[in-house]
């Protein structure tokens, strides 16, 4: 079982940086949950929701063209956390953002889809105003 908390989602201007985090914690041993393949989604009212950007154990990344270039996922296998440094933000990545994660890896990371993905966050809402 892991439960994810992501952190971070504020109101920003346009052309703006902003940090997001997510914490893991594992019922199982925090060695197997480091091991898990992590990714951040993001849902607009009115959108469906977006695959932003995976990231395996190795550290291997795929990233939505909508944001390729101003974001990077990121991880930090000691403390079980997952980032993403979102710069050069646009109104219209204005969304929910929610960390995921599924203990399998493997290509199908690359295609950023919700439903490979068993575990969820709650949500950080990030607002970018022009």
């Known amino acids: 079982q892991v439960q994810l908390m992501e952190s971070g989602g504020v109101s920003v201007q346009s052309g703006g940086s902003l940090i997001l985090s997510c914490a893991a914690s594992c019922a199982a041993s925090g060695y197997t949950c480091r091991s898990y393949s992590m990714a951040w989604f993001r849902h607009a009212p009115g959108k469906e929701r977006e695959g932003v950007a995976t990231?395996?154990?190795?550290?291997?990344?795929s990233y939505a063209d909508s944001v390729k270039g101003r974001f990077t996922i990121s991880r930090d296998n000691a403390k079980i956390t997952l980032y993403l440094q979102m710069n050069t933000l646009k109104p219209e990545d204005t969304a929910m953002y929610y960390c995921a994660a599924d203990s399998r890896s493997g290509w199908w990371l690359q295609r950023r889809r919700a439903a490979d993905f068993g575990y969820w966050g709650q949500g950080t809402q990030v607002t970018v105003s022009s």
């Open positions: 990231i395996d154990s190795s550290g291997r990344t």
